[in-house]
């Protein structure tokens, strides 16, 4: 096993956004790191969620000897039911972390088959080969990880998703020292979070905020509505603490609000002032003046508690004019249209509304920009690096940006798509054979629901210009269509417009049948063929539209 | 007559973002302010572009004196060929508008029947009771204006879009001094562009992007390749004044951009330098440090230049490693995955890609930032105010940022949505009567090709989870369906996983026409009715999906 090779095999999230999922094989040795979902964009039609394709991990079964989480964010974390359905391996992570894979176990009803087991910082554990270290990193996520990974051919360090936050309001500081350790005894290969490699400068710290949230509760008369992600807890922190200054009470609102708090309540990750909370129902009893409430939805999704406080359709809060309504995080990108509505919708209840850019700032990010990046490559200074975390143009722009290091012990950087590997072995590193990878679509959240793409096909081709379906009936005695053929459509053209072309089209279709040899309209393939071709041919040139055609041929 | 009350009929953009259009009544007569269009969101699947319902116009189709254009962007003139195709009235606008409005009425061979009259800054023109002056404002395109409207009962300005640039490339400054004058007389009515009244501060003068254009100059050794809505003439001037100095060629890709910077170069009102120009097919044989491509397509149109150039499938440019490519425009929020599926593969050619919030920036705004939108409120101190071009959100704040001026003159802020009408009469102003509005979708671009809002209902249905369609024969001698019913099913679920399903629901289908009394099965609507409910009930039990269902029976 001594000649054995390294390998690094991206399950997901390279040359992508979102679902995070890499395999790092040594020998007949797998570990896989994080293991996420993405939302999918509108082009996937009906889907719901979207995980990695893990068929290299069943088919490596037996290899695999554990899951490592970095953060309990959904893309990094999403994918965990569906990966523990495939097969059973022990799952390590922080405590809140494993909290939050557990919320989606149950979901699932998976909770009491899995075997979860919770590391702190600066512990170790071993997995066959692999010896992995948990470094404790800031990012938007109270206790985020990154992993130094010492393997037979050198560590490997994975920096999970991260900033460098100099004054993170927990205190609990990036672990530099640790990083700078293993770079001082160097490092084989460095793998790096990519996500805002276009951002100069440095990320701000979460502490960043606080002047203008302090601004807001100074200056609110009546209610104030904060709406943030439910897992930022520094963010939670921050508005429990001005809150509890301010004397107001504060309710949270939303399932994933009341159960996040209550776990990182529970670890002593949040800390709640002593009788600042108010019950969702008591909140339009209380002072205006005096209530907080802190609610889920900032992404306008259609049942979020945001969304229905928008329509005043909540049944705990409803907003009046002059409240204060603040959007304290960012607009994932394809969000937009519902965000604004519901944003529009809050101002036609007189609310003031505070989101977006502003200076200074009512949300901050949480992954590091160009500085920061470079401070940790200068660190860590590794042999070989692997931007992730991004679209291609962020992996090559965090490559390009690492480009000094070649004269610092740098010798190559390997922008890897999922699906494409890096092996390393004592000779050098250099790209390996592709394996199988993919996106898995997902109808309702349940895990047999998987849509295949070629349905996704026929959704988006119906979503353009709709169906029309000729249905002709075939004499089984006879073998003659009787009467002339049927058409029924949807989707493509309104029935005031489209009658008189309906008419015509089925004569397009009786025509085709009749010119058809006895030999031909025996065969249903070749009619069908015959029919769409001729149909499609009149469509276009009456209407310009590509409907979905279907012929459907009955015998009677 | 002199009883007769004044009317403000918007008919689009207010409330909505784009495809703005406003009517101005007093008795008897009507002007029309722009005729716009907007680009579908990605809900009204197939529609192609989106104009404003102008029926409100059509029934009062002879009091209509003119169309008076304020800029040629498309959200303000892309509606013109569908308003005169329904009604034959004059059109007045600055030359490069009504150019740019003639580009757009050839394509719908419309140009010879109708009467465009161009119109200078500070020229006036009477239209029924209505006289109107043409005030120069800057913005993103050249030539804009705002409106100075005199009417029996006072002065009404509308902006058009603009913002307050203190250095515009063309030298050209807002006329504050004839907005001045106005205010100083007494102004009825203000309706002024809301787009950016969320940021704080001033939008910055269009030469600031001329600091980081030089920078991208200076630095780069190979291709430049540029890419910016072809309507910016301000962008493309910098861009050949740079080229000049840096003794580069340009040559310029892509239908709107030869055709819109052919115009602004008759019109006088862009300077290409003398020998600059190089012909497309003769970029890749020029060397590359003295070759910009100016391309369009900043949006990731799929069939734009730039989008054929990263994939490199353009017949003149092809990008090697090492070119740079600037995004010198903003991306509108529904183009975020198109624009950057684009710069992905731009990356994989190795080329740099510089774009976004750069600083100094490499793109500015053409809309007024909060302070300048004051500037104007407080130089023209309306007794009413409207806020126009915008969602509620905007128009709330605008008229939130106009409440100062109450002190000076100011008697109330409107917060109208389109089809809202203000009435102002000598007693004072009030909301009045609503009108017929709506959005009218286009499927391809031409007049006739209207989609109504059934058929888009329909396709979201389909997009979702497909059809489903049963299909029974009936015996027209027995009454009775002699076979088991056919089901054809797209978009649904895949053949393998749905044909065990499908062999159920025709059973289903089967036991519902069986067990339907003779009464009911001969009249077909009741039957149709039964099968769609048993079948829909089924299918949602065992998938938890709805498909369309539209059941057909046949008679044999």
Do not use: F, M, Q
């Given at each position: 096993m001594s000649d054995s090779k390294l390998q690094i095999i991206p399950l997901g999230g390279l040359g992508e956004f979102g679902m995070n999922s890499m395999a790092i094989r040594y020998g007949d040795d797998i570990i896989v790191v994080d293991a996420g979902m993405m939302f999918p964009d509108?082009?996937?039609?009906?889907?719901?969620i979207v995980t990695p394709d893990f068929s290299y991990l069943e088919q490596h079964r037996e290899k695999v000897r554990g899951l490592v989480l970095t953060h309990g964010h959904e893309d990094h974390i999403g994918g965990v039911p569906f990966l523990l359905s495939q097969m059973d391996i022990p799952v390590y992570g922080t405590a809140f972390t494993l909290a939050l894979v557990e919320r989606r176990l149950e979901e699932h009803d998976m909770l009491s088959k899995v075997r979860l087991k919770a590391v702190k910082p600066g512990q170790r554990i071993e997995l066959g080969p692999f010896k992995v270290e948990f470094i404790h990193v800031t990012h938007s996520i109270v206790s985020s990880v990154a992993l130094a990974i010492t393997t037979p051919l050198g560590v490997i360090i994975h920096t999970g998703d991260f900033k460098v936050d100099p004054t993170p309001t927990d205190n609990e500081l990036f672990d530099l020292h640790t990083l700078a350790d293993y770079g001082k005894r160097g490092v084989l290969l460095l793998m790096s979070d990519s996500?805002?490699?276009?951002?100069?400068?440095y990320t701000e710290s979460e502490r960043a905020v606080r002047p203008r949230l302090e601004d807001i509760f100074n200056r609110a008369e009546r209610r104030l509505v904060i709406s943030c992600f439910s897992s930022s807890i520094h963010r939670l922190q921050q508005i429990l603490d001005l809150s509890a200054e301010y004397g107001r009470k504060v309710a949270f609102l939303g399932r994933s609000m009341l159960s996040v708090t209550e776990i990182a309540h529970g670890l002593g990750l949040l800390q709640i002032p002593d009788s600042i909370l108010l019950r969702p129902q008591d909140i339009m009893q209380a002072s205006p003046s005096k209530v907080v409430a802190v609610v889920s939805g900032t992404q306008g999704e259609p049942m979020s508690s945001l969304s229905r406080v928008a329509v005043d359709n909540h049944k705990n809060l409803s907003v009046q004019p002059g409240d204060t309504v603040v959007?304290?995080?960012?607009?994932?990108?394809?969000?937009e249209k519902a965000i604004y509505r519901m944003m529009n919708h809050l101002a036609r209840r007189g609310a003031e509304i505070i989101y977006g850019s502003t200076n200074p700032p009512v949300h901050v990010s949480g992954h590091a920009s160009a500085e920061e990046l470079k401070l940790v490559l200068n660190l860590v200074r590794p042999k070989y690096f692997v931007p992730i975390h991004g679209e291609y143009r962020q992996l090559a722009r965090h490559a390009s940006l690492a480009s000094h290091l070649h004269r610092l012990g740098l010798e190559k950087s390997f922008i890897l798509e999922t699906g494409e590997t890096l092996e390393i072995d004592p000779a050098g590193a250099r790209k390996g054979e592709r394996v199988t990878v993919g996106r898995v679509c997902i109808d309702s959240g349940t895990i047999d629901e998987v849509v295949e793409d070629m349905v996704i096909r026929d959704r988006r081709h119906l979503s353009e210009d709709g169906f029309v379906i000729p249905i002709i009936a075939i004499?089984?005695?006879?073998?003659?269509?009787?009467a002339l053929p049927e058409i029924v459509s949807r989707g493509f053209m309104s029935f005031d417009d489209g009658s008189g072309l309906m008419q015509e089209a089925r004569q397009v279709v009786a025509r085709t049948v009749e010119s058809s040899s006895s030999e031909e309209r025996t065969d249903w393939g070749v009619m069908q063929e015959k029919i769409r071709a001729d149909l499609k041919r009149f469509l276009i040139k009456q209407t310009s539209r590509r409907p979905l055609i279907m012929p459907v041929i009955l015998e009677v």
């Open positions: 509108s082009e996937l039609l009906g889907v719901d996500t805002n490699v276009d951002r100069p400068g959007l304290s995080s960012r607009i994932i990108p394809g969000n004499n089984k005695h006879s073998g003659r269509s009787e």
